[in-house]
């Protein structure tokens, strides 16, 4: 199975801060990586898909980036509803796999 | 509108069983594959068993011989029957389209306990 590492676990930042995640992959998976948001109690949403394509729906300030094994996923300017847990999923093969992933918190 | 519904988890004892539904809608379960996934409580996300549109299977090693999924073309629902359960189980299962990399549809949850 592929092994994808998010880091950071967690985060604390503030309203109107540029955050970045990464996530990188065991192997190389050209740009077959989904980001996801997940609020408390809630099924994980999609916002990024096949490395850097926006969702429908998803606000601009968020962006993906990367292809082979390194991927980032960055939200220009945090909003309030932007504090959730966000992790990434490899659709190369399968199984799919997920990063752990990081917790964006207030500080 | 797609969308997938799952129902069927409880409370269950270890070593029981427990069958997991996911009614599909807006597109065909056979013509896609399909996923469960599960959420230990305050953990990241595992993908237990898989079924391909051509009907193969995949399995976790951590519930390979004890889970099996399933679907039904003509109800066009994913099934997830589950024995064997152990205290590890817990979590909350969701069912999932996979739309490959066009990223997962995910259904609402069903929360499994294995406890006495």
């Known amino acids: 199975d592929i092994q994808m590492t998010q880091s950071p676990s967690s985060l604390s930042a503030s309203v109107g801060d540029r955050v970045t995640i990464t996530c990188r992959a065991s192997?190389?998976?050209?740009?077959?990586l989904n980001w996801y948001q997940q609020k408390p109690g809630k099924a994980p949403k999609l916002l990024i898909y096949?490395?850097?394509s926006l969702h429908s729906g998803v606000p601009s300030r968020f962006r993906g980036s990367g292809s082979g094994t390194d991927f980032t996923l960055t939200i220009s300017s945090l909003q309030p509803e932007d504090f959730a847990t966000y992790y990434c999923q490899q659709s190369y093969n399968i199984p799919r796999t997920f990063g752990k992933g990081t917790k964006v918190e207030i500080k | 509108e797609v969308q997938v519904v799952e129902s069927g988890g409880g409370l269950v004892q270890p070593g029981g069983s427990l069958r997991l539904s996911c009614a599909a809608s807006?597109?065909?379960?056979?013509?896609?594959?399909m996923n469960w996934v599960r959420q230990a409580p305050g953990k990241g996300l595992q993908c237990v068993s898989v079924i391909s549109s051509g009907g193969i299977t995949y399995s976790a090693d951590s519930v390979k011989g004890r889970f099996t999924i399933s679907r039904d073309n003509s109800r066009n629902t994913l099934y997830l029957q589950m024995d064997s359960l152990r205290a590890e189980d817990t979590a909350v299962y969701y069912c999932a389209r996979d739309r490959g990399d066009s990223g997962l549809d995910w259904g609402q949850g069903t929360l499994v306990t294995v406890s006495s």
């Open positions: 192997q190389s998976i050209n740009t077959h």
């Open positions: 096949a490395a850097s």
């Open positions: 807006g597109f065909t379960v056979s013509n896609t594959p």
